[in-house]
Antibody, heavy 118, light 110 residues
């Protein structure tokens, strides 16, 4: 059974940093591109970042470019999102998701909540 | 303002057929396939339709997708109370190197 478990969320002040993790199991992690998608309270889905299987290709939404860094450790079957210079509008549930074909996310984690507030 | 436009809400009665539209442009839906996700209340999204009209295993054939030109639709037939959820369309955005989502449609079963 495919499982994605996010962790690392919490309450931080504007300008602070947070590192999210996503632990994968039940599939060959190194075979899949991985993504982060977020959802602000009461709002829709927003793609945040993607990373290819070998980390050769990494992309970010304009809203997080220069502040967020995605990485992965295939040996540990883990995905990460380093979030720096956090802003109020980064408040959201952050989901990790597997990418079967470009833009098609077939498995999602349960999400981790990030709240940025002074 | 989402790149893809969906109605904020639709409703129907049990057993009815409803459709949810997703409008894009020649630079997104017009040249890429459409994906649909279902998000039940308080849960993570799940893949519902991919490649415009394909269903992952386990998704009932009551759910169907279609695409024509720069628009796509999700149809749900034999509506059930358990179908109450938010539905999101998505497609690839070349200049972003990532997907864009519609604003979501809340389905209410009356």
């Amino acid at each position: 059974e495919v499982q994605l478990v996010e962790s690392g969320g919490g309450l931080v002040k504007p300008g602070e940093s947070l590192r999210l993790s996503c632990a994968a199991s039940g599939f060959t992690f190194s075979d899949y591109s991985m993504n982060w998608v977020r959802q602000a309270p009461g709002k829709g889905l927003e793609w945040v970042s993607s990373i290819s299987t070998s980390s050769a290709y990494i992309y970010y939404a304009d809203s997080v470019k220069g502040r967020f860094t995605v990485s992965r450790d295939n040996a540990k079957k883990s995905l990460f999102l380093q979030m720096n210079s956090l802003r109020d509008d980064d408040t959201a549930v952050y989901y990790c998701a597997t990418e079967n074909d470009p833009g098609e996310f077939d498995y999602w984690g349960q999400g981790t909540v990030v709240t940025v507030s002074s | 303002q989402s790149v893809l436009t969906q109605p904020p809400s639709v409703s129907g009665t049990p057993g009815q057929r409803v459709t949810i539209s997703c409008s894009g442009s020649s630079s997104n839906i017009g040249i890429n396939s459409v994906t649909w996700y279902q998000q039940l209340p308080g849960t993570a999204p799940t893949l519902l339709i991919y490649s415009n009209n394909k269903r992952p295993s386990g998704v009932p054939d009551r759910f169907s997708g279609s695409k024509s030109g720069t628009s796509a639709s999700l149809a749900i037939s034999g509506l059930q109370s358990g179908d109450e959820a938010d539905y999101y369309c998505s497609t690839w955005h070349d200049s972003l190197n990532g997907p864009v989502f519609g604003g979501g449609t809340k389905l209410t079963v009356l």
